[in-house]
Structure formats: structure tokens, C-alpha cells
């Protein structure tokens, strides 16, 4: 079958040839339709990010396609479905694997692109949020990188909860884009942006931050952190090393948690993919939110996708197809 590889880290991505995988007792194996780029993807094709043991060392997390064949354990899908769900990996190729415990069927209103936009998305943002935030309706949310795909899936999820919500981004595109979506929004790029963050929101007003940012805003969190307020650890793309106030964490209660949804183990996704599917699943199937795919680049021209992503301009997901599609 074929599958983007690459030779080195940082080498492009091109298309070769490798064999097609085989399904266990408890796999599909799909036909890849289409595909969610993150920015997993761009780390472990620099060397930064390898698969964890046993996982396909091909690039892709979240796919969506048709299923070909299935394991003898499979009960729940047929030849034939159309199904989304997440990977640990190889999703950046015509064939792969996907556990049936980390599986949906694709509604028939949904098409494939916007199948690929849910999975890391969405399980990151209802999880992170809901089961180790404890997000409940009338709190207060702080968002960064919130024109993300996992950002929008979390602003998303909070407003259809009740939460006021708040983000940050860095253009003022992406500002009009999240003050659809329900969210108000501050321009990081802005000389005066903390400035004008405390003084619209206040110390001790926000109940959960959702950081993708880390140590640039460290001293930020600690102030505006409500009591018993809950820092929500994604990525640290503004730094790894926190200054922590121990007196602020002792007195306001603070929790501080961090979360990765491809390092849970297959058991601990299975539970993570129930919950959702339980909670908030049924938001997605009828209207309450909604996948959010920014554009969309054949197989071939994934370089540029991960260039485009890299760039942070995208506003929801980066999607690849083996379809010539782009817009």
C-alpha cells in the first residue's frame, strides 16, 4: 500500500510503498479516506515525538474511512461501515489499523473530512476539561491556542455546557472566528494583551485554564486562578519550566494537572472514547457543535499541510486526503 514517509528527521514527506497491515482480533482495518494533521505529526517527523512501543511508526493519529476487514473479536462493525476514530499511528497511509474499542460509525450526514477533524480533537478537549478539570456549568474557562482543533473543540464543549468562556490568539481573524463559536477573545499579539486580560477578567475570576502555552504565562495562571481553580497542562509551547508561587498554590487550592491523550494506554483511550461517546457525543450528532476543518490538502502535498500548521494560521483542523482535494 501507500504511505508518506520520510528518511530522516526533518527530511520531507514522500509517498513509498510498504506492506498493508493485518488486523488482530480486535481491529478494523480501514481504507483511509481522510486524515487529521496535529502537531504530534510535525514533532515526531523531527525526531522529537516517537510512536510509543508497539504503535505503527507511520505519522497520523485520527482517521476516518471505510471499514475492509475486521478481527474475529469485532462484534460491533461490519465490513462496509464508515468509521472515525484514533490511532496511535500509520493513519498517513491508503490502509490502517484502528482498535474497535477506539471506533465510532460515521453518521451519514457527516463526511469523511469532517470525521478526521474529531477524534484527537474532541476526546483531548471532553476529557481534559470535564473528567480532569471538573468543568460544571456557570464556571469560567480560559482557553489559549484556542483556534486550534483541540481549542475550538473546547470552547465548543464549554459554551454547550454552560461555561463562560474565554481564549486567546494571535490574529484578529482568529479573534472574530472564536467570538462566533461563543468565546470572548484576546489578541495575544497585542503590546497591552495582560494587561487587558486582568483588568477585563480580575484576579481569582477564571475556575479552569486550558494551557498549551506553559512558563510564558505561568505567573498569569496563579492570579487569575479562582480557589480550588484547576491549570489544565497540554503542551508547553511558550516554555517547560514553571515559576511556581507555593504560597499562591497552598492557599487558593490549586490543581495542576497535565494531560496526553496518545500516551493513555489502549485501555485507559477505550474508557476515554465511552466517556465521550456517553456525554457528548450526542452534541455532535444533533447540532450542539461541530467538527472545524480549515482546509484541506491531498496526501501529496503534506509538506505544505505541515508547513501551513507550523505557521499557525489555521483556525480548526488540517485535514489530508487521498482525494485531490484542496481549497
Known amino acids: 500500500m501507500k504511505a508518506l514517509l520520510f528518511s530522516e528527521p526533518n527530511d520531507p514527506l514522500y509517498v513509498g510503498e510498504i506492506p498493508t497491515p493485518q488486523p488482530k482480533s480486535e481491529d478494523l482495518l480501514i481504507r483511509v479516506e481522510a486524515v487529521g494533521v496535529n502537531r504530534a505529526d510535525l514533532l515526531q517527523r523531527k525526531g522529537h515525538y516517537p510512536p510509543p512501543a508497539g504503535e505503527s511508526p507511520i505519522l497520523g493519529l485520527e482517521v476516518a474511512g471505510e471499514v475492509v476487514a475486521k478481527g474475529d473479536a469485532v462484534t460491533k462493525f461490519a465490513v462496509g461501515d464508515r468509521v472515525f476514530g484514533l490511532v496511535g499511528g500509520g493513519a498517513y ?3 490502517a489499523l484502528l482498535d474497535a474499542g477506539l471506533a465510532f460509525h460515521l453518521p451519514e450526514h457527516f463526511s469523511f473530512i469532517e470525521g478526521a477533524a474529531i477524534s484527537e480533537a474532541f476526546l ?3 476529557e481534559s476539561l470535564f473528567t480532569l478539570g471538573q468543568l460544571k456549568k456557570g464556571e469560567s474557562l480560559l482557553v489559549h491556542a484556542a483556534a486550534s482543533g483541540v481549542g475550538l473543540a473546547a470552547i465548543q464543549l464549554a459554551v454547550v455546557s454552560g461555561v463562560h468562556v474565554y481564549g486567546t490568539a494571535g490574529s484578529d481573524k482568529k ?3 472564536l467570538t462566533t463559536y461563543g468565546a470572548t477573545a484576546f489578541n495575544y499579539n497585542d503590546a497591552h494583551f495582560l494587561e487587558k486580560l486582568l483588568a ?4 481569582k ?8 502555552i506553559g512558563a510564558k504565562y505561568a505567573n498569569l495562571h496563579q492570579k487569575i486562578l479562582s480557589i480550588d481553580g484547576r491549570w489544565l ?3 508547553a509551547m511558550g516554555g517547560r519550566e514553571l515559576a511556581l508561587d507555593a504560597l499562591t498554590l497552598v492557599t487558593k487550592r490549586l490543581q495542576v494537572r497535565g494531560f496526553n491523550l496518545r500516551l493513555q494506554s489502549l485501555e485507559q483511550k477505550r474508557k476515554i472514547k465511552v466517556r465521550f461517546e456517553q456525554n457528548a457525543l450526542p452534541w455532535l450528532l444533533h447540532g450542539g457543535i461541530k467538527p472545524i476543518v480549515d482546509s484541506i490538502y491531498s496526501m501529496t502535498e503534506a509538506n505544505a ?3 501551513y500548521m507550523a505557521s499557525n494560521q489555521n483556525i480548526g483542523k488540517i485535514i489530508l486526503t487521498w482525494k485531490d482535494l484542496k481549497k
Open 93 to 95: 497511509a491508503e490502509y
Open 124 to 126: 483531548t478537549a471532553y
Open 175 to 177: 479573534i472574530k472566528a
Open 200 to 203: 477585563q477578567l480580575g484576579e
Open 205 to 212: 475570576s477564571i475556575n479552569v485554564v486550558l494551557d498549551f
Open 233 to 235: 497542562l497540554l503542551a
Open 305 to 307: 499541510a505541515h508547513d
